[in-house]
């Protein structure tokens, strides 16, 4: 038995079909795309919208007050001027198998909200003072200070108590600070691995 038509989309060229019951509807798309006629067939999906309230909701305790993420008016800002991080977590939270690089100052690799996404050189013996991995870099467990040409991507404070690695740890929690942990703030991407890849110690040059 054969599909039935139920709607033609003029603007895009397309039909929605009804397959019989009782039909395969993998076997049915293989069938249409075998066509020499048919661009792409596809399930016509039932989609929702997620409305004001996304059901992702991160119990970070700063997240109240990231309204670059979630913007409800709690700083006097405009609500919703934000990047929708709620509804795209709904989507997703991110991927440990990406690598976020982040060239900047150094990153507080120990920081409560970065430790467990901090990314790690699988193929570096850490203190063995070896290039275990042929690039060029010894020891190069979560990334490479540019800087100091060492791989210390944390240099801590100078002797005057300034935050040498401030900007980039900032960076790296914005991208991708462990969520839903309770503590601290919510990044972007929940699940992402950082690379710190220093190049500026107090200032730098391009």
Known sequence: SRAEVIKRLPFINADVVRIPEGSSLDE???WYEERPDVEY???DYRVFPIGGIAAT???????????HLNNTGQTGGTADADVDAPEAWDITTGDSTIIVA??????????????????????EIAGD???????GFVDDIHGWDFANDDNSVFDGTDEAGRFY???????AGTIGAVSNN???????AWNVRIMSLKFL??????
């Not at 909701?57 to 309204?67: I, M, N, R, S």
């Not at 900047?104 to 193929?123: F, K, Q, S, Y």
């Not at 690695?165 to 960076?171: A, K, N």
């Not at 110690?201 to 391009?206: E, K, S």
């Open 182 to 188: 309770g503590i601290g703030v919510a990044g972007v």
């Open 102 to 123: 982040v060239i900047d100052t150094g990153i507080d690799t120990e920081h409560p909200d970065l430790l467990a996404n901090m990314w790690v050189n699988e193929r």
């Open 129 to 135: 003072s070896i290039d275990n991995d042929g690039n």
């Open 28 to 30: 049915i798309i293989a």
């Open 201 to 206: 110690h107090g200032g730098g040059y391009t």
């Open 41 to 43: 067939a596809e399930p």
């Open 165 to 171: 690695d401030f900007h980039g740890t900032h960076v």
């Open 57 to 67: 909701t991160p119990d970070d305790a700063q997240y109240v007050d990231q309204y």
